[in-house]
Nanobody, 122 residues
């Protein structure tokens, strides 16, 4: 089993930066790829980005590419999502997910955190 706990979400103004984190425990963290998704009411979960743990390769959704960055801290079993130049349309609940492979389809992930709310005011 893997437990994921997100933190760091809050209200910020448009143009601001914010970092949210995902702390993992349980199964060996380094064997699983990690991803971030976001969801707004009435919509499905959107792929924000992911990181392959063995190669540290990162991937990003088109809506955030160039503004968001995913990084990892292996000793802390933590993955971070650094969000720059935030826009009101980035407002969502942000979830981290883990599984064997980094893919953009949320159905492929078995492990999920509880989510953290990010709100961007205009």
């Amino acid at each position: 089993q893997v437990q994921l706990v997100e933190s760091g979400g809050r209200l910020v103004q448009a143009g601001a930066s914010l970092s949210v984190s995902c702390a993992a425990s349980g199964r060996t963290f380094s064997t699983l790829d990690m991803a971030w998704f976001r969801q707004t009411p009435g919509k499905g979960r959107e792929f924000v980005g992911g990181i392959e743990r063995r190669s540290s390769n990162t991937y990003y959704g088109s809506a955030v590419k160039g503004r968001f960055t995913i990084s990892e801290d292996n000793p802390k079993n933590t993955v971070y999502l650094q969000m720059n130049n935030l826009k009101p349309e980035d407002t969502a609940v942000y979830y981290c997910a883990a599984d064997l492979f980094c893919v953009s389809d949320y159905d492929e992930y078995d492990y999920w955190g509880q989510g953290t709310q990010v709100t961007v005011s205009s």
